[in-house]
């Protein structure tokens, strides 16, 4: 018997990638081999040497087609086998083995909105619904818009072997969230890929697409984040180590910030729970801080701390790299 290894990859698009994905058809046992696409059709080769190469990097059992199908999530490397610059997965492998010995884990928060008749689902045409207040974490067809396409990708997570801690429907009408983890750096990033692809693959089956914009609708209403929750073996013993967390981050604010998705800068105005992006600060339980402590981490005295700042459109592989490399570097 045949089986389709749907690989999967992410693309060369600017500002933000987009990912991709086609279809090998292989023999029952046969592994999955090195594979090429067209480099020259996803703005990372042009046209005159146009082969890129495809390394599977993980494999799940895929929800969609079922049986023995699989979903191949790949790195991009050039024809000499190096890392392709699109491929920043390659640079969070070397620092999360530089500092596998600290136990980085990351929880992310993948907020993002649902997109019908090119509008956000729930918003009328020409129109707007009624203001925010009643859509987070609310029942009633006049609130909730998509749950089914939520409840299927949830299922199809759960399936591939996802590790989902949970969903909820978010601020905006039509805006929802699932969190992956926590896992280590390399294995959320590649989770939240493959859980990002299902998403949109699930809502072709419902006319409904999703987008990870981080500010859909201009004016008071929420924008889409990826709330980056994390910690070390030592945060997850001491307060102290929590404290120094916080202040790592401070010191690099700026980099980070650069690096946590095309148009932070019109999400992270201050308003709509986020900090103004040029500023950086921390506090317990506070909703309106770049990162936060969660108040039963400063009960307990140990735990982990909340990035709010990264858009819903990051990269998981530079944001877990670079607060991996902030946090677990020795500091003067
Ligand atoms: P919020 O209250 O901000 O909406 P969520 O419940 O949506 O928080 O997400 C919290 C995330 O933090 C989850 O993905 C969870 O797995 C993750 N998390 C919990 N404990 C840790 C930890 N020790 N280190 C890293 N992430 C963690
Ligand atoms: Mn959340
Ligand atoms: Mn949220
Ligand atoms: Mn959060």
New binding site residues.
């Given amino acids: 018997m045949a089986y389709k290894a749907e690989y999967i990859w992410i693309d060369g698009t600017e500002p933000t990638a987009k990912l991709r994905s086609k279809t090998k058809i292989l023999a029952d046992g046969d592994e999955l081999p090195i594979w090429g696409f067209d480099g020259s059709s996803t703005n990372q080769a042009p046209g005159e040497q146009s082969d890129c190469v495809l390394r599977p990097v993980k494999s799940v059992p895929d929800p969609i087609r079922g049986g023995d199908h699989v979903l191949a999530l790949c790195e991009v490397l050039d024809i000499d086998m190096t890392p392709h610059p699109t491929n920043t997965r390659a640079p969070l492998a070397a620092v999360a083995e530089r500092y596998a010995d600290q136990e980085p884990?990351?929880?992310?928060?993948q907020e993002y909105t649902f997109l019908k008749d090119g509008r956000p689902y729930g918003f009328p045409q020409g129109g707007y619904p009624a203001p925010q207040g009643g859509y987070y974490c609310g029942v009633g067809s006049d609130e909730i818009y998509g749950r089914d396409v939520v409840e299927a990708h949830m299922e199809a997570c759960i399936q591939a072997g996802i590790s989902l801690?949970?969903i909820?429907a978010e601020v905006m009408i039509g805006q929802w969230?699932f969190?992956?983890?926590?896992l280590g750096p390399i294995e959320v990033s590649d989770q939240l890929w493959l859980a990002r692809w299902l998403l949109y693959r699930v809502g072709e089956d419902f006319g409904i697409a999703a987008t990870l914009d981080p500010k859909p609708v201009k004016g008071d209403w929420n924008g889409a984040g990826a709330?980056t929750?994390?910690?070390t073996k030592a945060?997850?013993e001491s307060y102290d180590a929590i404290i120094a967390a916080c202040d790592a981050l401070g010191e690099k604010a700026q980099e980070h910030v650069a690096n946590y998705g095309a148009d932070i800068e019109h999400r992270l105005t201050g308003l709509h729970e986020t900090a103004p992006w040029t500023e950086f600060n921390y506090g317990v339980s506070n909703r309106g801080a770049s990162v936060?402590i969660?108040w039963q981490v400063a009960v307990d005295k140990k735990?982990?701390i909340?990035d709010r700042r990264p858009n819903a459109n990051c990269d998981p592989y530079v944001v877990t790299r670079l607060i991996t490399d902030t946090v677990c570097s020795p500091r003067a």
Avoid at 105 to 109: K, N, R, S
């Fill in positions: 884990w990351f929880g992310i928060e801690s949970g909820n969230e969190q992956v983890g926590p709330h929750n994390f910690s945060m997850r936060r969660p735990g982990y909340e």
